[in-house]
């Protein structure tokens, strides 16, 4: 069935047809026939952002906290470059958004109008797919083959450009059903002979790990069970990815921790000594592998994951299985199960005595200090007091936000919301006011640093206008910590540039856009700030003043091996050597 | 010709058979994308051989089906075995790219190019530049009393062999078409 309407009003009714109740934006002149048709209705409600970066990260902190698309409407021109670092961000942790974009009139195209700029072209190395829409009659079908392509397969952003005669003109209006989504149907089953010889290999190992990540919380809530019941079955112990937090329950026996460059001793040691590695969603990332060469030399290992592209690119592996994880793991399930459900009970006994030494390590332990607030200490608490709640955490990029993935525990997916594979400063704040968007009676807290925080605090209005009772939970050392050491490790002491000066009174600002400031520099106030915090109903600013000088442990250094990690107490002078030194 | 199975999703081809990953011998191939015929395909194409810092020797691009809207894509690249690799799944997860083949290890294909050859000259020179084209089969598309330009078609290999014999017959411009390849037999 089709039905005659403005380009603009198809818009949104093709957003009410994918079922979006919510989207994040800014207008500006190319969209204000879109905005017209967002007046006239009251399904899908608009939350106006400060800055356009904000609405792609709030539509990423909705899409992650949901599982559902995030979706974000800007102007033109630098509407649409103010949008490419939330799409970049939301390609790398395949994040399913979809960002509609005004353009100038097609006959304006090319004559470098007011607020043009070739958007396709600078969206198309940062988006899964884009699209410039040029007739009306093809806008429905595009919005919807849109939707299509950010949630299929392996997830994330795509850009739909709509220059304004579009969204004038009348044409013809086609619902999801009779849409034509095109031939992207990636593959979700996988090759059950490969999962044949997966399950063998699960039968005999000796020092068998999980290796979880980002694709599992992608997959759904399915997959997280899944994994549960095959952990539990199997015995196997299990790591996580920064991105994979919460797919396996922190508080389950069999939890090592998060692996990687500021991983566990003990999640590191087991991915370097396995002799089965099953990688169930991840894409062994730099910040995980350490040096190539040396990276778990001696296992044989599978991997599951939706994107071929991901399989053999960094590390070789001898079981590649492309398909949803979902899919992949029931099918895991099943065929051991049918073969008896054998594991090698006596190798796995030894390589948990193995693995209960290097706990023993405790490698997270800290000297706490009774004057002076230890970043870890405030996490630490913040994790006593909110454990239980109905609590989401995002967080920005730095030292705060591992130590946020060491001492905070995640028992669900889709609970933590962070920038893993861009880093993006000043993810946090605006994450987290799309996450209370979509659950507004939970606690969402942005574990958050200064400098981070500052990048987009003029969220601060929106949070204030939505009465949106986020928490900025501000770790601040006035400094940019995490580059502050890897100056000390790296460049001698020298500190170039990387403290914070000049920095705001975190209360007055807190006040100045009518929300809750709270200052904190005792250790002995900080539970009593905490749960002031938590108890006020509305956007609150906490300023934690921490130890300026705290460096974040254990740390693989750049081009290291699993094994040649610093601990917390170790000398760092001269850890990293000149071939580590290129390396970020 | 049997599609690369990466789009279909089982495991036997492609990005999974990989050769030895460390190997650093660098290899040509020749690939073959049937995409959509949509604006900024190409550029698509192109941005991920420049983004991920991959060659591109030859590549060429024309619709061949009219009423499927459907575009083929000949490129000729080098690299690492696990680089080719990447380049074919890299290219198999663009949205609008409907299947890839790496004609190399397809099985047996012919590859040809075509191009056109001005060469200015007289006297003996001349002589020889029309000897020359008549024994590598090149026609003579045009000609004035002191120019020729040929047209030739074949691998190209015979393409450069042909430019370096007209070099001194005085060869002045050069224009080709980049490499067409199709697999053999049906």
Redesign the interface.
Known sequence: MTQAMTGAKMVVQALKDQGVDVVFGYPGGAVLPIYDEIFLQNDIRHILVRHEQAAVHAAEGYARSTGKPGVVLVTSGPGATNAVTGLTDALMDSIPIVVLTGQVPTFMVGTDAFQEADTVGITRPCTKHNWLVKETDRLAETIHQGFHVATSGRPGPVLIDIPKDVQFATGDYIAPPAAKTGHYRPQVKGDVEIITQLVEAMETAAKPVFYTGGGVINSGDAASQLLRELVEATGFPITSTLMGLGAYPASGDKWLGMLGMHGLYEANLAMHGCDLMINVGARFDDRITGRISDFSPNSRKAHIDIDPSSINKVIHVEMPILGDVAHVLEDVLRVWKARGRKVNKEGLAKWWTQIEKWRAKKCLRYTNSDKTIKPQYALERLEALTKGRDRYVTTEVGQHQMWAAQFLGFDDPNRWMTSGGLGTMGYGFPASIGVQIAHPEALVINVAGEASWLMNMQEMGTAAQYCLPVKQFILNNERLGMVRQWQELLHGGRYSHSWSESLPDFVKLAEAFGAKGILCKDPADLDDAIMEMIEYDGPVIFDCLVEKHENCFPMIPSGEAHNKMLMGEASTEDAIGSSGAVLV | MSALK???????H???D?RD?NLEVTETHTLAAIV?NE??VL??VI?LFS?RGYNIESLTVAEVDHTGHTSRITIVTTGTP?VI??IK??L?????V?EVHDLTVEGPSVERELALFKVKGSGDKRVEALRLADIFRANAVDSTLESFVFELTGTPSKIDAFAELMRPLGLVEVARTGVAALARGA
């Open positions: 990466i789009q279909k999703g089982t495991s036997k492609s990005a999974y990989l990953p959509d604006p900024g550029a698509r941005g983004g696990g690799e990447q799944a890299q198999g997860r663009i949205v609008p409907h």
